[in-house]
């Protein structure tokens, strides 16, 4: 039982250039979503979905893009990275949409030069 | 503007102290979650609370749920150095996700 995966551990851009953080989980999570975590910031909600085909956004959405095709998968798309968004992001995942607990990936750590 | 407001951000304290951290909003949740941080790793959840007025306890934490479920504590007895790491509190947003204070980093040193 693997749990919530993220892909890859660590990842160095060039501004501009476009990437997918991945995110997969073998728990029957309902509700997925990613979080980015700076130093004195806490966790702030990027995206989420509470099923497949439905997405939301959080409250950082800007410059990122999700889908969610199917219940295990839940992508990140950088469309045109910026150094702005050099952090640590992490997905994560509960069974019911409203209420339990979360659990998260390890955590992808990405700087954009 | 943060919806869940953590003080303090930083906790320097000696093996054996209590500390008390706490969690505060202007809005009401239905629930508030605790989870801990360790570096390198993702959050772990410690409790939920519910109940306006809950108490819960976790071997040396105590975590309480305020009255009017706007705010929440959490109070460590005896504090170890294994109480190191970074406490988030959590509560709901738009009905289904789930949003963070921006956490206390403990530090308990021997």
Not at chain 1, 86 to 113: I, N
Not at chain 2, 17 to 33: A, D
Not at chain 2, 40 to 58: A, I, N, R
Request: charge should be neutral.
């Amino acid at each position: 039982n693997a749990g919530v995966t993220q892909t890859p551990k660590f990842q160095v851009l060039k501004t501009g250039q476009s990437m997918t953080l991945q995110c997969a989980q073998d728990m029957n999570h309902e509700y997925m979503s990613w979080y980015r975590q700076d130093p004195g910031m806490g966790l702030r909600l990027i995206h989420y979905s509470v099923g497949a085909g439905i997405t939301d956004q959080g409250e950082v959405p800007n410059g990122y893009n999700v889908s969610r095709s199917t219940t295990e998968d839940f992508p990140l798309r950088l469309l045109s990275a910026a150094p702005s968004q050099t952090s640590v992001y992490f997905c994560a995942g509960r069974q019911d949409r409203r209420t339990g607990e979360l659990f998260f990936g390890e955590g992808s750590r990405l700087t954009v030069l | 503007t943060q919806l869940l407001e953590q003080s303090p951000q930083f906790l320097s304290i000696q093996e054996g102290e209590n500390l008390t951290v706490y969690c505060n909003s202007s809005s009401v949740f239905s629930s508030l979650q605790w989870y801990r941080q360790e570096p390198g790793e993702g959050p772990v959840l410690l409790v939920t609370v519910v109940t306006g007025g809950e108490v819960k306890k976790l071997k040396r934490l105590t975590f309480q749920f305020g009255d009017a479920r706007k705010d929440s504590s959490l109070h460590i007895t005896a504090a170890q150095t294994g109480d190191t790491g970074l406490y988030l509190c959590a509560g709901g947003w738009k009905g289904t996700a789930l949003i963070f204070g921006k956490g206390t980093t403990l530090s308990v040193s021997s």
